[in-house]
């Protein structure tokens, strides 16, 4: 059998990069945001992938370190998540609680449920949820 060879490509050459101080810029966002959403330390460090919990720490106290291409991607879906809710609710307040009242969309869960599966596809799920809700842009 005879395989051709395979020419580089950039993955997304559509997309640009997000940059090393950007990256971090984000994880101070998401540090922030994860507070306003009221989680602990544990469904933290799951909705980041199982981060460790000395990195999480550090990461509190506002030591972010070198972030990778998983962890980038993961925090700009919560971004995103978290800006779909700032366009469905007009009060902050109720987009944050939102995420942990159990939905009939979701079963009788809630999203923080959903998202706690720890799977990237489950924040990109809900991401593409929140967007067809509020008839995406």
Same mark, same amino acid.
């Given at each position: 059998?005879?395989? $051709?060879?395979?020419?580089?490509?950039?993955?997304?050459?559509?997309?640009?990069?997000?940059?090393?101080?950007?990256?971090?810029?984000?994880?101070?966002?998401? #540090?922030?945001?994860?507070? #306003?959403?009221?989680?602990?330390?544990?469904?933290?460090?799951?909705?980041?992938?199982?981060?460790a919990?000395?990195?999480? $720490?550090?990461?509190?106290?506002?030591?972010?370190?070198?972030?990778?291409?998983?962890?980038?991607?993961?925090?700009?879906?919560?971004?995103?998540?978290?800006?779909?809710l700032?366009?469905?609710?007009?009060d902050?307040?109720?987009?944050?609680?939102?995420?942990?009242?159990?939905?009939?969309?979701?079963?009788?869960?809630?999203?923080?449920?959903?998202?706690?599966?720890?799977?990237?596809?489950?924040?990109?799920?809900?991401? $593409?949820?929140?967007?067809?809700?509020?008839?995406a842009?």
């Open positions: 059998m005879h395989f $051709a060879t395979l020419q580089p490509i950039a993955a997304r050459p559509d997309r640009p990069t997000i940059t090393g101080e950007e990256a971090a810029a984000l994880a101070r966002a998401t #540090v922030n945001l994860f507070r #306003v959403w009221g989680l602990s330390d544990a469904e933290a460090r799951t909705l980041l992938g199982d981060m919990p000395r990195t999480w $720490a550090r990461w509190k106290a506002g030591d972010i370190g070198r972030i990778d291409r998983d962890l980038r991607a993961r925090m700009a879906i919560l971004m995103g998540i978290h800006k779909a700032r366009y469905l609710f007009t902050p307040a109720r987009g944050y609680g939102w995420i942990r009242k159990p939905s009939a969309a979701f079963g009788g869960r809630s999203a923080l449920d959903i998202m706690l599966r720890g799977e990237i596809t489950d924040l990109i799920d809900l991401r $593409a949820y929140l967007d067809a809700e509020r008839g842009w």
